[in-house]
């Protein structure tokens, strides 16, 4: 099938038209226009290798967007993070840290910050799947070219996805070739990048590589806190050795080892406006006015950077002295790639082992105040792979088949050290006070209040006659998490031509099986939590216990610490060509990503006491407790209150592209539903995990209320609580020669369904009320990119030069996984250029370049300012009946992209 697929596809034009598309063809991001060493014909044809095989781009039936390693070049990216510059329905973004980036594909993507949820976007390199999407985003050197297939994935490659899946190839040695090239770049904010390579051959069979990358920029988030630096730096370099050997003609070997290291102060947060409370007014519409609780932070000295009216937020932020955001990774890896043509079939293998290790400190309260702080938050993922492939074809070619096997072991070692800080004590004591008695708040008082100590002595006093420790300095003393998973499958992917290159039937299956086990090691000192769950003061326990004092060990193999299952997914694509220039296809596949453990011990149920409290908190105890064992809230913690489910997709697919004379243009049209979508939510103390589904039945008003107890779903009523559905558009045009021109459209609506439940047909969390009947976040509806380039000689001096420019638009998006409004980024642009001269056969270049060239302001995730007010406008416009307080205080934090950036880059090769 594969030479009948080549001859079918259309012949690059020899001369002048020929020049012109191939230097088109270079810079089009919209496709793969680059193939890999032995991917091209003799003739010329451009294919790609997203679907495991060597194919005609115009015979690929899935949809598939490929960018060349010249054209991320010339849009500046450096890692994955800038990919969805010019991959319209690719989303990269993140909070608190690099190590959770998550990647979004038709707006699915995983939710918050939590390293126990696998990636809904699987991530590949040089064809080693790595953990997560954000232990991608070191430097990968000298990139060949960056695939990126949509929709739920699982016959192609080792690990299988339910959104989608990032192929990144790199450059790899060339035999008979000495050769080198590098380059340095100076920019603004002291940004400063080298980046080098050599190729040497070893013999006529066997060549090395040697890459290296070092990079330095100074932050973009200015730190108002004397003394202390700027947030959102770049300290990181790479080295990266490759050998290549081709003892014959049917064998290959690539061997790679690479070794990187990051030192950076990274991620800050702003204050995002509004700022302000809001009070349900007489006609049920919340009513504004100056926010109440930031006075009193900035009394206590928040030092809080607030935004003029009309802006969302200034790149300004205050931290406490000595609390930097440390985020130091040392990530290496090896692998091996083997391929054997057997004659009939050939023989792929990929075996590989990897290691990052995440180091992370944090101002937990993104201001001045020391209210909550960590010095080493360790991440720690090992992971061994093994894929084997056998593929080839069958009945003179109609049938091209492909068998695999994938194995994986992953260590996942976590290790917390969050502690209340210095002023924890003073600020808590001024919100119980704020609430007890808002008129006799006094913030010079110990206890922040007037009131006599006999009514309120404080949590100092309140820690004296309970006979615990103050809270100040305690909290988690190095509690651990220790995962264990291993993961096997099979899976095959087979084409047959029922009439023969016109009408293909492809089918593949996949069967997983997922294995995963959970120890823990509890060692908190916050003792005044557990005194006071069993006092008569335990209506104080929220604030007592942000930090979970009750949590206990967990022990490997109790009730709750083993998950395990097995899953079929497939799929089934028919593809038409009516004409060499056309392809017609529709798909159906399913996904699976599997579930796991809330590495949070605050997802623990608290402990209550049936004799301590009030009538009222005697009784919910005495009903908790009576709940059978290992069921949430139930009054005990145990492990399976960290479990969540596997996350499931059904999709379906509609696609034509056409390569005509000059354009190309693929458009695709999709529906995805998923069951048990894992969502990580944080509430402003903690983070939650659920799994949203919906209900077949009407819940009336139990998933928009703020109550816990109602509106839950029998378990043979439930269906996908989320829904994906939209239309993808690439075109890219070639109007003349050295001239190109790409452009990409994505509309997308993907919503939660009505009648939401949790985990189980578990009634939806209050914190999530507002999911029911809207758009997931991070999902926006419109997302266009575009991009120009023009490379045209400079007479017949052989010289030549660039100019290039693109833009991404994206609609109005919220950022934040409750979906509060006051976290939606209006919609915008941004725009990248370069221009450059270069000599002849490119053996020198200079260039000029500038990356969000209006410096746009955006925000990549909103969130709750964490312990910094309560409720938001949508509680507080819900009906009174709902049950939600009718006043709000809330403040919110952003995380921002980054700002203009500018600088010169020089680069010379042999």
């Known amino acids: 099938m594969q030479n009948h697929s080549i001859r079918a596809a259309r012949v690059l034009r020899t001369g002048a038209a020929g020049l012109a598309l191939s230097a088109a063809i270079l810079s089009a991001p919209a496709m793969a226009q680059e193939a890999p060493a032995g991917a091209e014909t003799d003739d010329g044809t451009i294919i790609v290798t997203a679907t495991r095989r060597s194919e005609a781009l115009s015979d690929v039936p899935i949809a598939v967007s490929a960018v060349t390693g010249d054209t991320l070049e010339k849009t500046g990216a450096t890692d994955v993070r800038a990919l969805g510059q010019v991959a319209p329905s690719l989303l990269v973004s993140g909070a608190t840290s690099e190590v959770n980036f998550t990647a979004r594909i038709r707006g699915i993507g995983t939710v918050g910050e939590n390293p126990g949820l696998e990636s809904s976007v699987g991530l590949f390199i040089d064809g080693v799947y790595r953990s997560r999407t954000g232990v991608g985003l070191s430097e990968l050197g000298d990139i060949e070219r960056v695939e990126v297939l949509r929709g739920p994935q699982g016959t192609l490659f080792g690990r299988n996805s339910t959104a989608g899946l ?103 947060g702003v204050l995002l406006n509004p700022v302000r409370s809001l009070t349900r007014g007489a006609d049920g519409f919340p009513v504004a006015s100056p926010n109440t609780l930031l006075p009193l932070l900035q009394l206590l000295g928040a030092n809080h950077q607030v935004a003029p009216a009309g802006q969302s937020f200034i790149r300004q932020q205050a931290t406490t002295p000595g609390v930097p955001y440390r985020s130091d990774t040392k990530d290496w890896g090896v692998s091996g790639e083997l391929t054997w043509d057997l004659g009939g079939a050939t023989l792929t293998s990929i075996s590989a082992y990897r290691d990052y290790k995440n180091a992370q400190g944090q101002d937990g309260d993104f201001n001045a105040l020391d209210i909550l702080r960590r010095t080493d938050l360790d991440r720690r993922f090992r992971l061994f792979t093994q894929e084997l492939r056998v593929q080839g074809e069958a009945f003179d070619g109609r049938l091209d088949w492909l068998v695999g096997g994938y194995y994986a072991n992953e260590k996942l070692d976590v290790d917390d050290d969050i502690k209340y800080g210095a002023d924890y004590q003073r600020f808590a004591n001024c919100l119980a006070a704020a609430t007890l008695a808002p008129a006799l708040l006094n913030p010079a008082s110990a206890t922040c209040s007037n009131l006599p100590a006999a009514n309120f002595p404080g949590f100092q006093g309140i820690a004296a006659l309970l006979g615990a420790a103050p809270l100040n300095g305690t909290g988690n003393n190095g509690s651990t998490f220790a995962q264990r998973s291993t993961n096997y499958a099979i899976f095959t992917h087979n084409s047959f031509d029922i009439v023969e290159d016109t009408l293909t039937l492809t089918v593949g299956a996949r069967y997983t099986h997922e294995k995963k086990t959970l120890s823990g090691d509890a060692n908190f000192t916050n003792t005044l939590c557990p005194a006071i769950v069993n006092s008569s003061l335990q209506a104080l326990a929220s604030l007592a216990c942000v930090i979970n004092g009750t949590a206990p060990d967990i022990v490997k193999g109790t009730p709750g610490t083993k998950f395990s299952e097995g899953q079929w997914t497939g799929t089934a694509v028919l593809s038409w060509k009516p004409d060499p220039a056309w392809l017609v296809y529709a798909s159906a596949s399913k996904g699976y990503k599997a579930g796991g453990f809330n590495l949070d011990y605050s997802a623990l149920d608290r402990p209550c006491s049936t004799t301590a409290g009030s009538v009222a908190q005697n009784a919910a105890c005495t009903a908790a407790l009576a709940r059978p064992a290992n069921t949430p809230g139930n009054g005990r913690p145990e492990a399976s209150d960290l479990q969540f489910a596997s996350e499931k997709v059904d999709a379906y697919e509609l696609g034509v592209k056409w390569d005509g004379p000059g354009v190309d243009v693929n458009v695709a049209a999709f529906w995805q539903e998923y069951s048990n979508y894992q969502l990580n939510t944080f509430n402003g103390i903690n983070f939650e995990v659920t799994n949203i589904q919906a209900c077949k039945d009407d819940l009336g008003t139990g998933p928009i209320d703020n109550s816990a107890t109602t509106g839950a779903c029998a378990a043979d009523r439930l269906k996908p609580g989320v829904v994906a559905k939209g239309i993808e558009i690439e075109t890219f045009i070639r109007p003349a020669r050295y001239l190109s021109v790409n452009m990409g459209l994505t509309y997308v609506d993907t919503l939660y369904r009505r009648n939401l439940v949790g985990t189980g047909g578990r009634p939806l969390s209050p914190v999530l009320f507002q999911l029911p009947g809207r758009g997931v976040s991070n999902a926006a509806k419109y997302v266009a990119t575009a991009g120009i380039s023009w490379t045209p000689p400079i007479g017949s001096s052989g010289m030549s030069a660039l100019v290039y420019f693109d833009t991404r638009l994206q609609s109005d998006t919220n950022t934040g996984s409750n979906l509060d409004i006051e976290k939606v980024q209006d919609g915008f642009a941004v725009f990248n250029g370069r221009i450059g001269l270069f000599g002849a056969d490119r053996r020198w270049g200079i260039e000029l370049w500038g990356q969000n060239l209006f410096n746009k302001k955006y925000y990549q995730i909103g969130a709750d300012m964490p312990l910094q007010g309560s409720n938001s406008f949508r509680s507080v416009a819900a009906p009174a009946a709902l049950g939600f307080p009718a006043t709000a205080n809330k403040l919110f934090v952003g995380f921002p992209g980054e700002p203009r950036t500018y600088g010169v880059t020089i680069r010379g090769q042999f």
């Open 166 to 268: 990032i192929n990144i190839v790199t450059k790899g040695p060339e035999l008979g070739t000495f050769s080198g090239k590098g380059s340095v770049s100076y920019g603004n904010y002291d940004y400063w990048r080298v980046d080098g390579m050599i190729n040497a051959p070893l013999g006529d069979k066997a060549a090395v590589r040697l890459d290296g990358v070092w990079q330095q920029r100074d932050g973009f988030i200015k730190n108002v806190t004397p003394g202390e630096p700027d947030i959102n730096d770049r300290d990181r370099w790479l080295v990266k050795g490759q050998l290549l050997l081709e003892p014959s003609e049917t064998v290959k070997l690539r061997l790679i080892a690479d070794y990187s290291e990051r030192n950076e102060n990274c991620c800050g």
